[in-house]
């Protein structure tokens, strides 16, 4: 077996209606004033309530709520959030919704805790210190930015997405609360769980997998996936499906913070930077066409997830065969959950060659390209667009 280090930094609580432990978590972690990040649905909704109620009840000074967060956020948000919660003297973070609202509760901490400009602290293992108590709950299975190193915002002057990673950016406490998913729609409860599934597939065979505790985390987590995300869209009633989407997702937010992701995720990130797709849909139209790439490299570890899931028709084939069947499991995913498959579905109308060239490098320097199992060059960028277009 080969020597491996495992971080998993962040304690993690489930169970329905967990998000009133959100202020027990608060008081032990020292905080007394929250800055509490949420978007504007939520707060309408009247989803905040019983987390502002946990809060209350532990006799804590009052919240405040930011909840001026996108859905692709920005720097400019960040600035906003981290001056609004200077002024009010918070000395802890509450992060409660997607990806999004969690990144950007991550950067907001990194401001207020190590000061500076932001963009200091871009890039992998910058961040050299313990930052501000976060604790988080989230409303989406996919992204797992509950348990994750890393935190990406968008720079609209430079038109990319930064990505901050670190250990340290880990929260302090994940509440995963399966009854706050109830609500989401179909297609979100989709889009969110491919990027939970392309995490788990690309966590198994990066470059830097070499532990046998990832390789578990992927397994189970794309298995309860597979099962259970059809279930979940079909009807978002299902409590079981959703407890077991939404702690896949933190299984293989786990993973790839301990392994790495690749170039889907690399191409998905420079996509959605140039036109502000969701990023689950992006990964979800690159998923084939990326395992397609690596088949050369990885077809046993593909293989052996083929397996792992018991796909029919599986028993008996060899290595290569049997990716390529999981590779076709992928795509009929793809199609029972109604999701993009293509780069125009996703309202992109056209790209040029220039637009390819552009994207082209902005994924060849995203930090997930270097732990892809496979090198590959612009010109095989290129040829991947093309092909997913």
Same mark, same amino acid.
């Given at each position: 077996m080969n020597p491996f280090v495992f971080q998993s930094p962040t304690r993690v609580m489930f169970g329905e209606y967990t998000t009133a432990a959100c202020g027990d978590f608060v008081l032990e972690l020292g905080g007394q004033r929250a800055l509490v990040v949420a978007d504007a649905f939520l707060v309408q909704s009247g989803v905040l309530g019983p987390l502002l109620e946990s809060l209350s009840s532990q006799g804590l000074l009052p919240p405040v709520v930011? =909840? +001026?967060?996108?859905? +692709?956020? +920005?720097?400019?948000?960040? !600035? @906003?959030?981290?001056?609004?919660? %200077?002024?009010a003297g918070c000395d802890c973070i509450v992060a409660i919704g997607g990806g999004s609202v969690i990144d950007t509760a991550k950067v907001i901490g990194i401001c207020l805790t190590l000061g500076g400009e932001l963009l200091d602290y871009q890039g992998l293992n910058v961040i050299d210190k313990k930052l501000m108590p976060l604790v988080v709950v989230p409303t989406t299975a996919g992204t797992g930015s509950e348990v994750s190193f890393v935190a990406m915002i968008k720079d609209h002057k430079e038109g990319k997405k930064l990505m901050f990673g670190s250990s340290w950016l880990a929260p302090d406490v994940a509440i995963l609360d399966p009854s706050l998913l109830l609500s989401l729609p179909p297609k979100l409860t989709a889009a969110t769980g491919l990027d939970a599934i392309t995490h788990g597939i690309e966590a198994f065979v990066a470059a830097n997998t070499n532990s046998v505790a990832t390789d578990a985390l992927c397994l189970e987590a794309l298995r309860l996936l597979f099962d259970n995300l059809p279930r979940a869209f079909k009807n978002g009633d299902d409590m079981e499906a959703r407890s077991a989407t939404l702690v896949a997702s933190t299984m293989a937010g786990i993973a790839f913070s301990n392994s790495g992701v690749g170039v889907i995720h690399a191409l998905a990130h420079s996509v959605g930077a140039m036109f502000s797709t969701h990023h689950g849909m992006t990964n979800g139209v690159f998923l084939p066409y990326g395992m397609e790439f690596n088949l050369p490299q990885v077809a046993p570890q593909?293989? @052996?997830?083929? %397996?792992?899931?018991?796909?029919?028709?599986?028993?008996?084939?060899?290595?290569?065969?049997?990716?390529?069947?999981?590779?076709?499991?992928? @795509?009929? &995913?793809?199609?029972?959950? =109604?999701?993009?498959?293509?780069? %125009? +579905?996703?309202?992109?109308?056209?790209?040029?060659?220039? !637009?390819? !060239?552009? &994207?082209?490098?902005?994924? $060849? =320097? !995203?930090? $997930?390209?270097?732990f892809n199992p496979r090198d590959c060059n612009n010109d095989d960028l290129i040829d991947l667009m093309k092909r997913a277009y």
């Open positions: 930011f =909840s +001026d967060v996108p859905p +692709d956020s +920005d720097i400019a948000c960040v !600035d @906003r959030g981290a001056a609004i919660a %200077r002024e593909y293989a @052996r997830i083929a %397996r792992y899931l018991e796909l029919e028709g599986v028993a008996g084939l060899d290595h290569t065969a049997a990716a390529e069947l999981l590779i076709k499991a992928v @795509r009929q &995913l793809l199609k029972t959950l =109604s999701l993009p498959v293509r780069l %125009r +579905d996703l309202g992109i109308e056209s790209l040029s060659e220039d !637009d390819y !060239d552009e &994207l082209a490098c902005l994924a $060849a =320097s !995203d930090p $997930a390209i270097m």
